[in-house]
């Protein structure tokens, strides 16, 4: 391998800012910050808007689009009422 090509691959601390829940995973992420872990290691950090633990998709608390009807239904619903001159 070249020396000097390669991105930084380490360990690196993900935080959800929605709810604090934090994961450990591999990453060539730049990142500023450190956090200490419970086990004493200092990390990078990377804040994350949301992660698997926040996402309506993942946590069951998505609505589904069937019940709210398309675009077009919508349309009709609100405007089709009045009779066209």
Same mark, same amino acid.
């Given at each position: 391998?070249?020396?000097? +090509?390669?991105?930084?691959?380490?360990? +690196?601390?993900?935080?959800?800012?929605?709810n604090g829940? !934090?994961?450990?995973?591999? %990453?060539c =992420?730049?990142t500023?910050?450190m956090?200490?872990?419970?086990?004493?290691?200092?990390l990078p950090?990377?804040?994350?808007?949301t %992660? %698997?633990? %926040?996402?309506?998709?993942?946590?069951?608390?998505?609505?589904?689009?069937?019940?709210?009807?398309?675009r077009?239904?919508?349309?009709?619903? !609100?405007?089709?009422?009045? =009779? =066209?001159?």
């Amino acid at each position: 391998m070249k020396e000097g +090509i390669h991105p930084n691959y380490r360990d +690196i601390c993900f935080v959800d800012l929605s709810n604090g829940f !934090k994961f450990v995973t591999r %990453s060539c =992420a730049n990142t500023k910050e450190m956090t200490k872990m419970d086990d004493g290691r200092e990390l990078p950090l990377y804040k994350l808007d949301t %992660s %698997s633990e %926040s996402h309506p998709f993942y946590t069951g608390t998505q609505k589904s689009v069937d019940n709210m009807g398309g675009r077009v239904e919508r349309f009709r619903n !609100k405007y089709g009422k009045t =009779a =066209a001159k």
